[in-house]
Every structure is written in structure tokens, then in C-alpha cells.
């Protein structure tokens, strides 16, 4: 069993900062890449930045240099910090994780990704 609990979703107004974050739990042996995706009203999710194990990020164009995704291992958290918000930012944020969970037979370990709830980002104009 394994969990993704995300919060510190919120309003906001334009050009302000906002910080959400995403805690892993349950049966963890480790977690490799997490990432962050955005869901607008009434369009696809898509994917904004991601964190590999060992430190590495990437950002989607829309938000480099405005967001700043971090982890931290000890708590199995990743945090996406959001400035310069504009209402386009507007929308669901779901965090993904690469989690690699252990059985009880020996080399019974299986890598999935799971999602979280998502949390409500409002940025208003």
C-alpha cells in the first residue's frame, strides 16, 4: 500500500508565490523520479517538472524560471514552489512518483507510479 498526500494548494493573486507539496507513505522501498503535473479547467493534464533521485530537474518552458521543484528524502516529499503566478496557472496540481514497493519474497520488488489527489490552484487576475 502506498499513499501520495498532497496540500498547500490555495488562492492566490497574480504575481504571487505559493508552495505545494506531496508526501509518500506505506510500503516504500524507494522512490526514484517525482514530478508535478497541471491540469487546467476543461483541458488534459500535463506534465510541469520532475526531480530525479539523484538531485537533477527539468521544467516545462511554460514555467521555467518562475516554479522551483525540490525533495526531500528523509520526509518522501517533493514541494513545487510556484512564484510569478499568473491565472493560466489556474488548475489542479497532481504530483507523480516513481515508488518502488518490496514484497515479502526475496527480489520481489515491483516499480510503479502513482498519483496524488491533487490539490486547487486559483490564481486570480
Known amino acids: 500500500q502506498v499513499q501520495l498526500v498532497e496540500s498547500g494548494g490555495g488562492m492566490v493573486q497574480a504575481g504571487g508565490s505559493l508552495r505545494i507539496s506531496c508526501a509518500a507513505s506505506?510500503?516504500?522501498?524507494?522512490?526514484?523520479?517525482m514530478g508535478w503535473y497541471h491540469q487546467a479547467p476543461g483541458k488534459q493534464r500535463e506534465w510541469v517538472a520532475d526531480?530525479?533521485?539523484?538531485?537533477?530537474?527539468n521544467y516545462a518552458e511554460s514555467v521555467e524560471g518562475r516554479f522551483t521543484i525540490s525533495r526531500d528524502n528523509a520526509k518522501k516529499t517533493v514541494y513545487l514552489q510556484m512564484e510569478s503566478l499568473r491565472p493560466e496557472d489556474t488548475g489542479l496540481y497532481y504530483c507523480?512518483?516513481?515508488?518502488?514497493?518490496?514484497?515479502?519474497?526475496?527480489?520481489?520488488?515491483?516499480?510503479?507510479?502513482?498519483w496524488g489527489q491533487g490539490t486547487q490552484v486559483t490564481v486570480s487576475s
Open positions: 526531480i530525479r533521485s539523484g538531485g537533477s530537474t
Open positions: 506505506g510500503n516504500i522501498f524507494s522512490i526514484g523520479t
Open positions: 507523480n512518483v516513481e515508488i518502488t514497493t518490496r514484497g515479502e519474497t526475496e527480489n520481489d520488488y515491483l516499480n510503479q507510479d502513482y
